[in-house]
């Protein structure tokens, strides 16, 4: 404290901020230090790193804008503020949507028209030339790309979207850096406090020994996780690219660096921090290097820091691994929100069974999460799909895990005999089977392959099951996150071969350039019942947005499955203080019949309203559901 005063009067800060820093100070400081003593005590060094990081987290304060003070102190008396019905999320890339800064501000109305009240904007910071990973191999944390635009670019926008009601997401890839950075070129320089930044070892004898437990995450691109540097003479720690060099996080300095990165970050206007591969940050031998419990000691450190000197961003946490280890991450002390990779994943599984078994298993015991937290429920992102359900889950209803995948892998590259999805394969492992699926929604979902064939009746087929799928993320509980392009059905784009940064990664094919042309027709050529295709899956998508807004019930979590005796139907009830809402879903293309006495004893009532159609529906006869049809039904 001593330190801190001296702190604040060197920089002049006025008593009231010193006064509201040091409340949350010492609401947080026992925790904060207790993990930080769990990370880094057993250094020497350790209290002159914990003083750092506390001046570090002081600044934070001094420096951010007001407007984002004021934010700050709303939320603090409002924790679950992202959990009303009325946040809906939008994903992209600005390149491939605007293509910069300045022309994605004047699509602001563009996400009002949708309904959109969050928006994520994909790695949009200096990257390397050429391959960067998409965008997750940063060379600066404090400058945009400038095809994009600038900093203050971004600072403009993130404050017209506040004035328009849109909450901004970016990420903080914070596992590694790229091999540009400035830190990783004053390594390869020779500095050796940088060098202390990374993983970098003299030979092979410590990489060996790591190698032996752990997995490799892209082993068409190269093998194992170390990375040969011709400059240096040395290997350092690669998980994901071999440009990618792993931070090295056991050292307390890389916490407080990465810590000034994550406040500057914040202070353009983030509400919230897109946590980038979460599983991977903390490396200890003997193990697999994942979902260690220091690592989440490390988030939770973060999130001490935010809530001291940033409380009105919040953290999302990206962790596509097991059922079990993704809820993990989840709590107000951690990641407030995350990826729903699992439901994902089991819409689609569901979509090619036309049957609910695993998904109603899977929702059964994992759906529910802390209070003040969310699920982010998403169908497509700019990553592949990966089948992370549980197999003891599968082989509890008698699906044998292993099979399982390979059959949902045929299914949706095509290999499968009837199968009417156009997926592409992504880093399949033909010594382990091993693969992930990549494409568009539409293409997924029987699109593409209807178009080719000019079949009429698939392209209506493909249309209902995407916005079937749509309808379950809008209603399920949690936010639901648009991938930018899914409302205008947009295929697979196979142009991406023809750039070399590009080709060897199939995950383009499902990142197609935004068609402005769209908007304009708002019609095409491709005739379908009720219109035209792009026509249709964009006002349907439009109402289904504008219907969840307007149900109470569709606010936080909480979700009651109910059993109707159909494996072919998804059911439960969502409620929010007095108000309830049923939501039936057929993911067969046969039509299905649900009991009226079950929907009367779930729904507590005899009547019902549709809220998607608006039919009124009675329960003293069965419902008749057609194939792939989504009710939500509110009492009347």
Known sequence: MPRLQQHWEDAQVDETLRHEFEVRLNEHWS????????????????????????????????????????????????????????????ALYVDLFSENLGKLRESIDYFKQLGLTYLHLMPLFAVRPGDNDGGYAISNYRSVDPRLGTIDDLRLLADALREAGITLVLDFVFNHTSDDHQWAQQAQAGDREYQQFYYIFPDRTLPDQYEQTLREIFPTVRRGNFTWHDGMRQWVWTTFNSFQWDLNYSNPAVFRAMAEEMFFIADTGVDILRLDAVAFIWKEMGTSCENLPKAHKLIQAFNRLARIATPGMVFKSEAIVHPDDVVRYISPEECQISYNPTLMALLWESLATRECRLLVKSLSHRHRLPPDTAWVNYLRCHDDIGWTFDDADAAQIGINAYDHRQFLNRFYTGQFKGSFARGVPFQENLDTGDMRIAGTLASLAG????IEEDDEEGKDLAIKRML??????????????????????????????KDPAKAGDTRWVHRPKMQWEFLAELDDSLEASGGSIRRRVFLSLQRMIAARKSLRALAGQAMELVNVNNTHVLSFVRHCDSHRLIV????????????????????????FEDAISGQTIGTSHDIHLDGYQLMWLKRV
């Open 31 to 90: 925790d904060l230090f207790e993990l930080l003593f769990d990370l880094y005590g057993t250094r020497y060094d350790f209290f002159y790193h914990l003083e750092q990081i506390l001046l570090t987290t002081a600044d934070a304060w001094i420096h951010r804008p007001e407007s984002l003070r004021r934010l700050d102190r709303h939320r603090v008396l409002e924790p679950d503020w992202f959990a009303s019905q009325k946040v809906v999320g939008g």
């Open 447 to 450: 699109l593409e392959k209807a």
């Open 468 to 497: 079937l799928l749509q309808g379950i993320t809008l209603s399920i509980g949690g936010i639901p996150l648009i991938y930018l392009g899914e409302e205008w059905a947009m295929l697979n784009d196979y142009e991406f071969v």
């Open 584 to 607: 039936l879903a057929n993911f067969s293309e046969q039509p299905q019949t649900v009991s009226g006495n079950l929907l009367r004893t779930a729904g507590i009532g005899r009547f």
